[in-house]
């Protein structure tokens, strides 16, 4: 036979061959870790709908997080589940709250060896769990919410965080964020913003985790993306990145491979997707029920992340994956 698509499967005879002419792998410095740290408990507290993810102590996420270094991996990012909530998430910027405590010993002990980034929300943080003030009308207020964003990160970054990553979804809260770092003399703190981070039925093993109920079965349409629209993921995009953000994120990662892609057309600085808390228990519980091999759907489904384009992925499976490659 002659006709010239002969030659697609000349490449994919042998696992060497399939290796050379591979066009994206996955290593593990691609991969961040999501860890939660929670106040008050003295053993680690698995997470029911999140197989194998712990809240930790300060002291297991230390353990963990010096793990995940040994095993190559260049990133975490910490959640905090406090002790104390109140309208405000007052907690989330108290110098002695959970994450700025974590983040203090986490530098203590491993310097600069790996990248401890900070989820910057109040949602954990607040008692109705939404992600900023709430005002008199029930909607979340834009502007209070960018005040008390700007003292976060001023205090993520006193106690030791090498990145924020705001996750709120309020208008101008890369703007407000810098100028907040840049006026406590934190200049040097770059800010991964989640920028196109979409109204989500994939996020619920995550509020499991962080112990959020949004109060009277709310959810947080007014303020994260309409998964109907992808256009305006990417005025999400050019807005955060005119206001000062260093790297862009996308979330979810695999229903939202279509903006990943679009995304890098328009521009260079780095892309993040997070593959989300939903994104993990799926393939764990198909698992688990011997319907799917596990590792094989989340190896093909971070290769997917990166093929889109992203240059860095959040992921439960960063150090089951780091493990194996
Ligand atoms: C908000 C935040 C959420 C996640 C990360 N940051 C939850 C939400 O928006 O409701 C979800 C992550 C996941 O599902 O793994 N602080």
């Not at 410095?29 to 408990?41: T, Y």
């Not at 006193?158 to 840049?182: F, K, Y």
């Not at 079965?217 to 998964?227: E, I, L």
């Not at 228990?281 to 029920?289: D, E, F, G, Q, V």
């Amino acid at each position: 036979m002659t006709f010239p698509s002969r030659r697609l499967r000349r490449l994919r005879r042998t696992p060497a061959l399939r290796r050379l002419v591979a066009e994206s792998q996955l290593t593990q410095n691609d991969l961040i870790a999501p860890l939660f740290v929670r106040e008050g408990i003295t053993e680690p507290q698995p997470i029911e709908s999140l197989p194998g993810v712990m809240q930790h102590t300060q002291a297991s996420l230390l353990d963990e997080v010096r793990q995940l270094r040994d095993l190559g991996i260049p990133g975490v990012i910490l959640f905090g589940v406090p002790q104390h909530k109140d309208a405000e998430g007052s907690e989330a910027w108290n110098p002695s709250g959970v994450v700025q405590v974590a983040l203090n010993e986490l530098r203590a002990d491993l310097g600069d060896d790996i990248v401890v980034m900070a989820d910057l929300c109040v949602d954990e943080y607040t008692d109705h769990g939404h992600c900023g003030i709430v005002g008199g009308d029930g909607h979340v207020d834009n502007d209070a919410t960018l005040e008390i964003y700007a003292r976060i990160a001023q205090a993520q970054a006193d106690a030791g965080a090498h990145v924020v990553a705001p996750s709120g979804m309020m208008d101008g809260q890369v703007a407000a964020i810098r100028a907040g770092l840049d006026q406590a003399g934190h200049t040097e703190i770059p800010i991964l913003a989640y920028s196109a981070k979409y109204a989500s039925a994939l996020y619920g093993p995550f509020r499991d985790a962080v112990d959020v109920t949004i109060v009277g079965g709310g959810d947080r349409k007014a303020y994260q993306q309409d998964w109907h629209n992808s256009r305006e993921a990417l005025e999400e995009i050019r807005f955060d990145l005119d206001e000062g953000a260093d790297m862009i994120m996308v979330k979810p990662a695999v229903t939202y491979l279509d903006i990943i892609a679009a995304a890098r057309e328009i521009t260079d600085v780095p892309i993040a997707a997070y593959h989300v808390s939903g994104e993990y228990s799926m393939i764990k519980a198909a698992a688990a029920n011997g319907w799917i091999d596990g590792p094989a759907a989340a190896l093909e489904q971070l290769t997917a992340v990166k093929r889109a384009g992203a240059d860095m992925i959040l992921t439960y499976f960063a150090r089951e994956i780091a493990e194996t490659l």
